[in-house]
């Protein structure tokens, strides 16, 4: 009898060793799920109106006056909070053969407004090819940003609003284009764009153009209005 009762106690205690290692076995897998992803920098950006005026800003800890100077020192992957409304001038912008634009993007980036946030393009530009958003590559997010073109009758400060092409693969949440001379977006040779809430209004050639240009070019639109 004291045998079968210390085989039992034995038992027993083995049962309770292997319950807790199944618990942290599981609570280590669950950690491991809920951790950051592989390959992603993780970094966070502002962009204020208090913030440091130029390219000064080298780091993360500072604000930036500039989405210019924001875009040109994020990392890829990086995400850029706006959050104020603001003119950019296309006055240090050089034109050239090739489509460029007051923010040109090669990397993956994310840009959110914060609160109701407007870029409205400024300065002049009659003779060539100047969007507000060039997007060369990358997988790249814009969201709750609204894009004013400012295209008058004498002149006009941008031609599109974005230009995706080459292997960009962008994503448009909730962002708005108006008033530009030419189209409010165009995805062209080999570009991507997939746009959920996505209203184009008051462009001079129309909403949006979807052009291949000798590669595919992929739009794909939930919600949204374009007029």
Same mark, same amino acid.
């Given at each position: 009898?004291?045998?079968?009762?210390?085989?039992?106690? *034995?038992?027993?205690?083995? &049962?309770?060793?292997?319950?807790?290692?199944?618990?942290?076995?599981?609570? /280590?897998?669950?950690?491991?799920?809920?951790?950051?992803?592989?390959?992603? /920098?993780?970094?966070?950006?502002?962009?204020?109106?208090?913030?440091?005026? @130029? +390219?000064?800003?080298? =780091?993360?800890?500072?604000?930036?006056?500039?989405?210019?100077?924001?875009? %040109? %020192?994020?990392?890829? @992957?990086?995400?850029?909070?706006?959050?104020? &409304?603001?003119?950019?001038?296309? +006055?240090?912008?050089?034109? @050239?053969? =090739?489509? /460029?634009?007051?923010?040109?993007?090669?990397?993956? !980036?994310?840009? *959110?407004?914060?609160? +109701?946030?407007?870029?409205?393009?400024?300065?002049? +530009?009659? $003779?060539? =090819?100047?969007?507000?958003?060039?997007?060369? #590559?990358?997988?790249? /997010?814009?969201? %709750?940003?609204?894009?004013?073109?400012?295209?008058? $009758?004498?002149?006009?400060?941008?031609?599109?609003?974005?230009?995706?092409?080459?292997?960009?693969?962008?994503? !448009?949440?909730?962002?708005?284009?108006?008033?530009?001379?030419?189209?409010?977006?165009?995805?062209?040779?080999? @570009? &991507?764009?997939?746009?959920?809430?996505?209203?184009?209004?008051?462009?001079?050639?129309?909403?949006?153009?979807?052009? #291949? %240009?000798? &590669?595919?070019?992929?739009?794909?639109?939930?919600?949204? =209005? !374009?007029?």
């Amino acid at each position: 009898l004291c045998l079968e009762r210390g085989i039992s106690k *034995k038992k027993r205690i083995l &049962s309770a060793l292997l319950a807790l290692c199944m618990v942290f076995a599981l609570g /280590t897998v669950g950690a491991m799920a809920e951790g950051p992803e592989t390959g992603t /920098t993780g970094r966070t950006l502002y962009v204020s109106e208090d913030g440091v005026d @130029g +390219n000064a800003v080298t =780091d993360a800890t500072t604000d930036f006056k500039w989405l210019g100077a924001a875009i %040109n %020192n994020a990392e890829s @992957g990086d995400t850029i909070i706006v959050q104020y &409304s603001f003119t950019a001038g296309n +006055n240090n912008v050089t034109p @050239g053969n =090739d489509p /460029t634009g007051i923010y040109n993007i090669n990397k993956d !980036l994310t840009i *959110k407004g914060e609160g +109701n946030v407007t870029i409205t393009a400024g300065g002049s +530009n009659t $003779t060539r =090819d100047i969007h507000l958003f060039n997007i060369t #590559s990358g997988e790249v /997010t814009i969201e %709750n940003i609204t894009i004013a073109g400012a295209n008058t $009758t004498s002149g006009h400060s941008i031609k599109h609003g974005i230009h995706v092409y080459n292997t960009a693969d962008v994503t !448009l949440k909730d962002v708005t284009v108006n008033n530009c001379y030419g189209y409010g977006l165009v995805v062209n040779n080999g @570009g &991507s764009v997939e746009a959920d809430g996505f209203t184009a209004s008051g462009n001079g050639w129309g909403g949006v153009n979807v052009d #291949s %240009n000798g &590669s595919t070019a992929k739009f794909t639109m939930t919600g949204g =209005d !374009l007029t």
